[in-house]
């Protein structure tokens, strides 16, 4: 668009009236109901609250399209948003909201904030044909305990941080989700969190996390954000083909062998461990390690990885190696020198127990032989005397 068209376009907004709502028909005598008093109040500040100009999704006209109304002890909403329909940006953060189901008449939102209020659920927003244009969603600090299904078709950005979630077994994937924020929750796995097809982001700190082995068909992941967990183990570690940093600082990971299990990771390029108990243990070692198991990394706890720095590495690992073989081949001499010096000792023995078997033997055979021969020399002894005894007999 030109100056000129830029210039016109504005002329005309200055020039044409936005499109209010009505005022509401509340009786003008002196008692007014709570609840119309209420709703006075909800129109008062909405009017309050609107924001930049805009055209109307049918292009008919001219109308406030943003609303910003924090802050107002607001409570319930009515049906007051009906007179709203054209708004394409709302925040009605810090209030006291519970019900945002009037929300839904509101076709071309696009951008909603209820941070800081008191809803329970996201039933809101698991209602087919509703909320069609909406690509983010704020619903940070509230009371959300369960992360179930989002029926919302072009969302690109949720974000539940400081709830009260545990599970999020009922939340099966989303199509267009890019970005999810779950800070300070509650929750202790990511079973449920498969099918996001487009999700890049994942922000997951502050948790009670154990592993992150559910994490299936993220193709396009690239931020996993897992600081202040509950992980002590690295193992069935999802294909995440584009994962490109991954934060495990102040985890419970206690063994650097751990780290092994990331080398499928091969598109990683950043990761934070510090504050894990080997990383402690270790101090500023560990920085040399990590390079070393993942040779493609540039970033470690946040600082950069000069080419001086990994070839260091590199070159340590090198020798670490060749020094591995070395020492393999030594053992494995060593092994060979004494499986002979077994053989031969297993040998000698075999051979002293044949001699001492076969001397064994020989005096046995000897010691037989001479009783053999005893009692042949007593049998001739005793001949005479029984042929004399015969023939006395006679």
């Not at 369960?146 to 539940?160: A, D, E, M, T, Y």
């Not at 010096?341 to 064994?360: G, I, S, T, V």
């Not at 037989?368 to 006679?394: F, I, R, S, T, Y």
Request: proline residues 4%; hydrophobic residues 40%.
């Amino acid at each position: 668009m030109s100056q000129q068209d830029e210039g016109e376009e504005k002329q005309d907004v200055e020039q044409v009236e936005p499109v209010e709502p009505e005022e509401p028909d509340v009786p003008q005598d002196e008692y007014y109901a709570p609840e119309a008093l209420q709703i006075q109040k909800l129109h008062n500040d909405i009017k309050e609250g609107l924001k930049r100009i805009g055209k109307t999704a049918n292009l008919s006209g001219y109308t406030f399209v943003e609303l910003i109304c924090e802050n107002k002890k607001i409570d319930k909403l009515f049906n007051v948003m009906l007179d709203y329909v054209h708004l394409r940006k709302i925040s009605f953060a810090n209030n006291l909201l519970q019900d945002v189901n009037s929300l839904q008449t509101i076709k071309y939102l696009t951008n909603l904030n209820l941070s800081f209020n008191q809803i329970t659920n996201l039933d809101c927003f698991n209602v087919p044909n509703t909320f069609e244009f909406l690509d983010e969603l704020n619903l940070d600090n509230n009371k959300i305990t369960n992360f179930g299904q989002i029926n919302v078709p072009r969302l690109k950005k949720l974000s539940l941080k400081n709830n009260l979630i545990k599970s999020a077994q009922g939340f099966n994937g989303h199509n267009t989700l890019e970005i999810l924020e779950l800070r300070n929750n509650k929750l202790e796995s990511f079973e449920g969190f498969q099918n996001l097809l487009k999700l890049k982001q994942i922000w997951a700190a502050q948790n009670a996390i154990i592993s992150i082995g559910n994490l299936h068909q993220l193709p396009e992941l690239h931020t996993l954000h897992l600081r202040a967990n509950k992980i002590i183990v690295l193992t069935d570690i999802p294909n995440l083909p584009k994962l490109h940093h991954l934060n495990l600082r102040a985890n419970l990971i206690e063994k650097l062998d751990e780290f092994n299990n990331l080398k499928s990771l091969e598109s990683l390029k950043s990761i934070t461990m510090h504050e894990n108990p080997i990383a402690t243990e270790m101090g500023d070692g560990i920085r040399k390690e990590i390079i070393m198991i993942l040779q493609q990394i540039e970033r470690v706890n946040k600082e950069p990885v000069p080419p001086e720095e990994k070839a260091d590495a590199l070159a340590e690992l090198k020798e670490r190696i060749a020094a591995a073989i070395q020492k393999k081949k030594e053992e494995e001499e060593e092994a060979a020198r004494l499986a002979e010096e077994a053989r031969q000792a297993e040998e000698a023995r075999l051979a002293e127990e044949a001699a001492k078997a076969a001397e064994l033997a020989a005096e046995q055979a000897a010691a037989e032989q001479e009783a053999a021969d005893k009692a042949a020399a007593e049998g001739k002894a005793n001949q005479p005397k029984v042929e004399q005894e015969d023939d006395e007999d006679a």
